[in-house]
């Protein structure tokens, strides 16, 4: 039935979190940049990510004068990688370029990023030859971080590569169906495969705002990354469960030893020490297995990945059936036409998203 709608040949996903400063400027250069590329045939999917400023506010008027323009907007505050995840549910495109708001990605990429997809690449992913702006700790973290992921995962992640990219339909649909709540997109792009190509570029500095990745958020992000794509943690572990045990048995032989020379006072601070050490050691232990277990509880609890609030087309606000990663993608797209149009599915499974204009 959903066969014969036509796509457009091109969707823009974009999260936006508090973004009133240089969601406008963004939105005149991809538009720009979208025009060159496809005509009138693209779509911009803006995911406002429960953003406490304008942000929405913006969206939404826009949307009365830009007929490509599609305002998605989250009950909550999701975070950037189910921001994106619920935009990709929504775009219809051909193919789809998600890039960040602050336009530290150039829009003005996808002039290459689509003849490269022309001749056959599944994925073109933006790879940063330079990134300006940046505080020296944020240099340094995310160097580090990648190196470690490149070592730990168990696919190649692409170095000093963000979720900048064009993906081909299929890939998006494969995406969609990966039904995690722990999202580390990038990774999970690497881990489809097909043909996926690297595009060096500069990154430029943030148009306007700050970023919305404090510490905490980084550090979440980075052990998201590394619980999803590696369980060499756990099983490191075990390793080091191994060693201490031969280091406390060699202890124990040199405390006999110490014994029989008859040197039985003496020993007290290395023991102590030892009793530390070896706790902290468990501890870590404990600790990285809780990482996973927690994920693992967030899996098993199986919620909705994202709740929709409304849908904004020119001008107008719907309400979007609940789209889950079981879903079909002719399921998907049906759900989301049924929401441009106004008529929300009698028959959708759980209570549909409250929001009317
Ligand atoms: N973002 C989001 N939800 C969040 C945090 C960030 O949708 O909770 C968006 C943000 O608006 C931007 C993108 O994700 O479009 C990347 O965020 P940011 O530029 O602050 O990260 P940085 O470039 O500093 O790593
Ligand atoms: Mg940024």
Same mark, same amino acid.
């Given at each position: 039935m959903t066969d014969r709608l036509?796509? @457009?040949l091109l969707s823009i996903v974009v999260p936006c979190f508090n973004e009133e400063s240089g969601i406008d400027e963004f939105l005149r250069r991809a538009l720009l940049a979208a025009t060159?590329?496809?005509?009138?045939?693209?779509?911009?999917?803006a995911v406002d990510d429960g953003s406490t400023d304008a942000t929405w506010d913006i969206i939404s008027a826009r949307s009365r004068d830009l007929p490509n323009l599609v305002g998605v907007r989250l009950m909550r505050n999701h975070g950037h990688q189910i921001a994106a995840t619920a935009g990709l549910s929504v775009a219809r495109g051909e193919r789809v370029l998600l890039i960040d708001a602050d336009l530290q990605d150039p829009p003005e990429l996808l002039l290459m990023m689509m003849p490269t997809m022309d001749r056959g690449a599944d994925v073109v992913y933006g790879q940063r030859s330079r990134r300006a702006g940046e505080t020296r700790f944020k240099l340094v973290t995310a160097a580090i971080f990648y190196r470690l992921l490149g070592r730990l995962a168990s696919? @190649?992640?692409?170095?000093?590569?963000?979720?900048f990219r064009l993906m081909s339909r299929r890939v998006v649909d494969i995406l969609l169906a990966m039904p995690e709540r722990d999202r580390f997109i990038r990774g999970m792009v690497s881990w489809v495969g097909g043909r996926q190509v690297a595009l060096p570029y500069e990154r430029d500095a943030r148009f306007a705002g700050e970023t919305k990745y404090p510490l905490r958020k980084?550090?979440?992000f980075a052990l998201d990354a590394i619980t999803s794509f590696s369980t060499a943690p756990l099983r490191a572990a075990t390793w080091v469960g191994f060693i201490s045990a031969a280091i406390a048995v060699a202890l124990v032989v040199y405390t006999l030893i110490q014994w029989f020379a008859g040197n039985t006072v003496a020993g007290w601070s290395s023991l102590m020490a030892t009793v530390a050490g070896f706790f902290s050691i468990q501890f870590i232990g404990m600790g990285i297995m809780g990482e996973y277990l927690s994920r693992l509880v967030?899996?098993?609890?199986?919620r909705p990945m994202f709740m929709v609030d409304c849908i904004s087309r020119g001008g107008v606000s719907r309400p979007l059936d609940l789209l889950t990663p079981s879903m079909h993608p002719s399921e998907r797209r049906a759900a989301v036409e049924r929401a441009f149009v106004g008529e929300a599915d009698p028959n959708a499974p759980i209570a549909r998203t409250a929001m009317h204009d």
């Open positions: 036509v796509s @457009p060159a590329v496809a005509g009138q045939n693209f779509e911009i999917i696919v @190649p992640i692409p170095r000093d590569t963000g979720d980084m550090v979440r967030e899996e098993a609890k199986q």
